[in-house]
């Protein structure tokens, strides 16, 4: 796809965003059974069901671009979610497992709100504002979730990790 315009570069990487999210939706199920500290569970199936909003705000979107948003694969993504992916095939202590999944779920968290802040800005430059309240909404919630990994990392999570164990 060529791009010319501010228009066709926000379209092009809202396909990337697609892509991102449903990445993340196949990879959750796996932190999720992965993850072995309650909270840390909960907070997953949480995003789950908001990384699964996201999906359908995006596809709304699309329509009201008369766009459609496959097309396009989020490599960035890929290979930020591999990481995570391979620190589970490692096995590591439980604890440390949880500080990693952790660590994980923030380079996620991080790449996608890069990418709304970046898009909801290109939304109020092309007179979308309507989408524009669209992503600031799942921007919101990509920042509620990096904060909600943030405090369980420092109560408990990474403190337990730190602990030799028994």
Not at 42 to 70: A, M, N
Not at 107 to 131: F, I, K, P
């Amino acid at each position: 796809m060529e791009m010319d315009t501010l228009h066709e570069l926000y379209v092009d990487e809202l396909k990337d965003l697609y892509s991102a999210e449903n990445q993340i939706l196949k990879a959750l199920p796996r932190m999720i059974k992965a993850a072995t500290h309650k909270q840390l569970k909960q907070g997953f199936t949480k995003h789950e069901r908001q990384t699964r909003q996201h999906v359908k705000r995006l596809e709304r979107i699309f329509r009201s671009l008369g766009e459609k948003p496959t097309g396009k694969k989020c490599v960035g993504m890929e290979g930020v979610l591999k990481e995570g992916s391979e620190l589970i095939k490692e096995k590591p202590d439980r604890e440390v497992l949880d500080a990693g999944l952790i660590a994980a779920a923030q380079h996620v968290e991080h790449y996608e709100m890069a990418g709304y802040g970046t898009v909801r800005t290109w939304a109020r430059l092309l007179g979308h504002d309507d989408h524009e309240a669209l992503l600031q909404q799942t921007l919101d919630e990509e920042r509620d979730t990096d904060e909600a990994l943030t405090a369980m990392a420092e109560s408990s999570i990474n403190v337990e990790a730190t602990e030799p164990e028994e």
